[in-house]
Antibody, heavy 119, light 108 residues
Framework: QVQLKQSGPGLVQPSQSLSITCTVSGFSLTSYGVHWVRQSPGKGLEWLGV???????DYNAAFISRLSISKDNSKSQVFFKMNSLQANDTAIYYCAREDGYGNGAMDYWGQGTSVTVSS | QIVLSQSPAILSASPGEKVTMTCRAS?????MHWYQQKPGSSPKPWIYATSNLASGVPARFSGSGSGTSYSLTISRVEAEDAATYYC???????????FGSGTKLEIK
């Protein structure tokens, strides 16, 4: 079955970077794109970026200067890195699979990585 | 840049009631997706492309709309429907995925 499992730190120092790995199973990264979405405490969902099946990326313009998404197809892993974190980056970060129909939906989600930015 | 506005922010209903929540886009969009999220859980796809229920979603749910106005309706609310529902759309040039602010459904 399709699964996305996330791993990453729960605590990040201000001005430091955040790295999260999303390991997928049940599908190939050469066939599906993977999005990253975050949810600040008590707030809604915010799209951060996507890596498409072919390896190209698109980012939310608000984060383009400090966000990087890459992947290793052979290991079924997607890598998320955000630089220069501040307190307002405290959030749950999710990876999610695009549904493959080209309509922008996300059909499977990881369990989320809760990240606190604090010294 | 398209902005999605959901209303109401909080919806309170008794079991068996019919409820409707709305998602309005700042510009016309081709379709809308909906997600359900319960506390402590990841969002789940609920309705695809305006009116297609995701696998396992009860038939009491339905979606409709076009242009700038979309809605999610529950014909007879049940306790298990308590959750926050988010609408979402995407634009392709440049690629941008946008979520609404959510409607929290509370069951009396």
């Amino acid at each position: 079955q399709v699964q996305l499992k996330q791993s990453g730190p729960g605590l990040v120092q201000p001005s430091q970077s955040l790295s999260i790995t999303c390991t997928v199973s049940g599908f190939s990264l050469t066939s599906y794109g993977v999005h990253w979405v975050r949810q600040s405490p008590g707030k809604g969902l915010e799209w951060l970026g996507v890596i498409w099946s072919g390896g190209s990326t698109d980012y939310n313009a608000a984060f383009i200067s400090r966000l990087s998404i890459s992947k290793d197809n052979s290991k079924s892993q997607v890598f998320f890195k955000m630089n220069s974190l501040q307190a307002n980056d405290t959030a749950i970060y999710y990876c999610a699979r695009e549904d493959g129909y080209g309509n922008g939906a996300m059909d499977y989600w990881g369990q989320g990585t809760s990240v606190t930015v604090s010294s | 840049q398209i902005v999605l506005s959901q209303s109401p922010a909080i919806l309170s209903a008794s079991p068996g009631e019919k409820v409707t929540m709305t998602c309005r886009a700042s510009s016309s969009v081709s379709y809308m997706h909906w997600y359900q999220q319960k506390p402590g859980s990841s969002p789940k796809p609920w309705i695809y492309a305006t009116s297609n229920l995701a696998s396992g979603v009860p038939a009491r749910f339905s979606g409709s709309g076009s242009g700038t106005s979309y809605s999610l309706t529950i014909s007879r609310v049940e306790a298990e429907d308590a959750a926050t529902y988010y609408c979402q759309q995407w634009s392709s040039n440049p690629p941008k995925f946008t979520f609404g602010s959510g409607t929290k459904l509370e069951i009396k």
